[in-house]
């Protein structure tokens, strides 16, 4: 893997064309002998996370919709996050503006990322995750306010219930999983926000093997982790219901254990990982020693590059430690925001 760094705009236009084929890696430190461990590292995607499929697929789709125009229209999206960044870097490449209705309680560096890419952010005071259901959602509620009286310009691509989010992980996700393991992937595992993820993947992998188990994590109630939600705080989300079957089991990760498996797996495989990470590496233990054998992939949504003040808090790492994290860690992606 090279270590050489590069900003978005180095690529223009071509930037969409190194979103996917992220690397699937052992996690060998946590391997067992007739279970092997491993971690698809979506922060290898151009713009930093998993979210750069769904983005990319929802902004196409738009397209041959005929509903963008170039140079005039404004796509508004209501998100905590990563799928602000790729919306904003995919949008801006591709030549629309960019805004973004976020809870203030994200990241600092999220929304330093986010203006730095071009957009233009309007803050609520949600929950991390913008709520969806009657009357809780802020972010929604706004960004429909601001979208619905001007439908010549505005474009809401809702990945809540956009089946091109869907379509993202059936038509890139699942199939790249299915060949880096050549099919013998038996446990696929996937934080859970909109649903995009585990439901195209999931999907995708048991029509190709009906025994593939598709584990999907959500958060505890009145959590930190920024990009997955907790379903009984906040309702299901339309994309995921439609085919909320496809999920075999479910797995509650905390906020606490999912920041000591963030230290965890930097001490142990000098991963800077994200705090989802956390939760889904949690996860994949708990399933790895519930069986006898098997190859447990899991999704790496986002690495830790955006966390450093979440860190700091929550004192996963002090800041010198965060510091040489960044400098001396395995798996750094090699774009620079
Ligand atoms: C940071 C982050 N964003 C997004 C997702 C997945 O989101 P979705 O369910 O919307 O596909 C995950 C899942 O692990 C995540 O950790």
């Known amino acids: 893997m090279t270590t050489k760094s590069y900003t978005y705009s180095t690529f223009g236009q071509d930037v969409v064309k190194r979103i996917g084929n992220t690397p699937l890696v052992e996690l060998k430190a946590y391997s067992k002998k007739n279970v092997k461990m491993f971690a698809k590292l979506e922060w290898f995607n151009p713009f930093g996370s998993v979210k750069d499929r ?9 397209e041959k919709r005929q509903i963008l125009k170039k140079d005039k229209s404004i796509i508004i999206e209501p998100t905590s996050g990563n799928t ?9 490449a591709m030549g629309y503006k960019v805004e973004i209705v976020i809870p203030e309680k994200v990241s600092i560096e ?6 730095d890419l071009g957009a233009t952010l309007h803050e609520t005071s949600d929950d991390l995750c913008p709520r969806v259901g009657s009357g809780t959602d802020q972010s ?13 310009i505005y474009y809401m691509p809702n990945q809540y219930e956009n089946d091109a989010n869907f379509y993202a992980h059936y038509e890139s996700t ?18 859970c926000g909109t649903g995009g993820t585990i439901t195209g993947t999931g999907v995708f992998l048991k029509e190709k093997n009906k025994y593939i188990k598709v584990i999907a994590v959500q958060a505890q109630k009145n959590h ?6 907790n379903f009984e705080e906040s309702a299901m989300p339309e994309l995921f219901e439609r085919r909320k079957d496809v999920v075999d089991e479910w797995f509650t990760a905390t906020n606490v254990d999912s920041f000591n498996m963030v230290r965890d797996i930097y001490e142990k495989e000098k991963m800077l990982v994200g705090p989802s990470s956390g939760s889904v590496l949690t996860a994949m233990i708990n399933k790895r020693d519930e069986i006898e054998k098997g190859n ?3 999704i790496f949504a986002d690495d830790g590059r955006k966390f450093k ?6 004192e996963v790492f002090s800041n010198q430690e965060y510091e040489e994290a960044l400098l001396s860690g395995k798996y750094l992606s090699e774009i620079s925001f």
Do not use: C
């Not at 930190?224 to 939600?229: A, E, I, T, V």
């Open 296 to 298: 447990v992939v899991g």
């Open 309 to 314: 003040s979440l860190y700091s808090q929550q």
């Open 84 to 92: 602000g960044i790729a919306l904003t870097g995919i949008a801006t």
């Open 174 to 191: 699942g199939p790249e999983i299915w060949n880096q393991t050549n099919g013998t992937v038996t446990h696929f595992l996937t934080g």
């Open 140 to 152: 929604i509620a706004l960004a429909k306010a601001i979208s619905k009286p001007r439908p010549d």
């Open 54 to 62: 769904a983005a990319y697929w929802m902004i196409k789709d738009a």
């Open 224 to 229: 930190l982790l920024q990009g997955l939600r």
């Open 110 to 115: 999220t929304k330093k990322i986010l203006r």
